[in-house]
Nanobody, 124 residues
Framework: QVQLVESGGGLVQAGDSLRLSCAAS????????MGWFRQAPGKEREFVAA????????RYADSVKGRFTISRDNAKNTVSLQMNSLKPEDTAVYYC?????????????????WGQGTQVTISS
């Protein structure tokens, strides 16, 4: 089992920045991928960003490219999401995710573990 604990959510104004962090503990598989998803009220959970174990593969949703940056520290089993130039449409619950491989982290049904979620609210 793997436990994921997120932190860093909150209420900010449009144009502000937030940094989300997620710490993983427990039995993680080798070379696991980590990422972030989000879910707004009444919408499906959607992919935001992910990074492979090696760091060589990184992907962002088109809606956040150029504004969000994902980073990870394998020694600490952590992943972070720096969110700049936030918009009201970024408002959602953000979930940290772990998957056993790169392909799986990109699709919610294939994610192995989820965090409890952290609320991000952007006011206009």
């Amino acid at each position: 089992q793997v436990q994921l604990v997120e932190s860093g959510g909150g209420l900010v104004q449009a144009g502000d920045s937030l940094r989300l962090s997620c710490a993983a503990s427990g039995r993680t598989s080798s070379n696991y991928a980590m990422g972030w998803f989000r879910q707004a009220p009444g919408k499906e959970r959607e992919f935001v960003a992910a990074k492979s174990w090696s760091g060589l593969s990184t992907r962002y949703a088109d809606s956040v490219k150029g504004r969000f940056t994902i980073s990870r520290d394998n020694a600490k089993n952590t992943v972070s999401l720096q969110m700049n130039s936030l918009k009201p449409e970024d408002t959602a619950v953000y979930y940290c995710a772990v998957a056993s491989d790169w392909g799986s982290i990109l699709r919610p049904p294939l994610v192995d573990y989820w965090g409890q979620g952290t609320q991000v609210t952007i006011s206009s």
